[in-house]
């Protein structure tokens, strides 16, 4: 079993949908959550993150925490072309200071 | 001006040549990261330093050295190239403020491919 678990995708929506991206997790001791966003040959660019059971929010993004169930997900509202990316989720296990274990990512793609 | 710079951004050379990347930060950050990225195997931690004189082994440190010559300055070395060292290397800092809370922030990238 994968530590940090992506579907890879390519996952197709409509602009202005809703994306759902979701990631899997297996050490429930992780404490901190990231989700960032790499568009094709570059760098990943930090999104969102997420501490606590629930749902954090901004702008057109939402970042949703079960703990109990080891997941976290990612929505995007009002889904644009520009969204088009992979959007890489990364855990930080309990007691490994800031190393980030990352998915493979999901390919988003939105279509006009 | 780009807070983590990554030096050179692309390289080709050729099996069993010493190469080095270079990272700097004007970030101020303690903790600093080198990754590799393959196709279908997304981000991979080579070395991480907590800071200049704590040095550690990622999970696929084989083959790869590295040098925390300041704060601001991280590089990697890859002693005698081989091809399956072909990938994008991604540098990356963070602060210690929060401890696991702290995000990683990334340069943007060296491309590196070897013949």
């Known amino acids: 079993q994968k530590e940090v678990e992506q579907n890879s995708g390519p996952l197709s929506v409509p602009e202005g949908a809703i994306a759902s991206l979701n990631c899997t997790y297996s050490?429930?001791?992780?404490?901190?959550f990231f989700w960032y966003r790499q568009y094709s040959g570059k760098s990943p660019e930090l999104i969102m993150f997420?501490?606590?059971?629930g749902d954090k929010e901004d702008g057109r993004f939402t970042a949703q925490l079960n703990k109990a169930s080891q997941y976290v997900s990612l929505l995007i509202r009002d889904s644009q072309p520009s969204d088009s990316a992979t959007y890489l989720c990364?855990?930080?296990?309990?007691?490994?200071?800031?190393?980030?274990?990352f998915g493979t990512g999901t390919q988003l793609k939105v279509e006009l | 001006d780009a807070d983590v710079t990554q030096t050179p951004r692309n390289r080709i050379t050729k099996t069993g040549k010493r190469i080095m990347l270079e990272c700097s930060q004007t970030?101020?950050?303690?903790?600093m990261y080198w990754y590799r990225q393959d196709p279908g195997l997304g981000l991979r931690l080579i070395y991480y330093s907590f800071d200049v004189k704590d040095i550690n082994k990622g999970e696929i440190s084989d083959g790869y050295s590295v040098s925390r010559q300041a704060q601001a300055k991280f590089s990697l070395s890859l002693e005698s190239a081989i091809p399956n060292q072909t990938a994008l290397y991604f540098c990356?800092?963070?602060?210690?403020?929060?401890?696991?809370?702290?995000?990683?922030?990334f340069g943007d990238g060296t491309r590196l491919s070897i013949l």
């Open positions: 050490d429930r001791g992780s404490q901190s």
């Open positions: 997420i501490y606590s059971n």
């Open positions: 990364a855990v930080n296990r309990a007691g490994g200071g800031n190393k980030l274990t």
């Open positions: 970030k101020g950050h303690d903790r």
């Open positions: 990356a800092t963070s602060g210690q403020g929060t401890g696991e809370r702290q995000p990683q922030h």
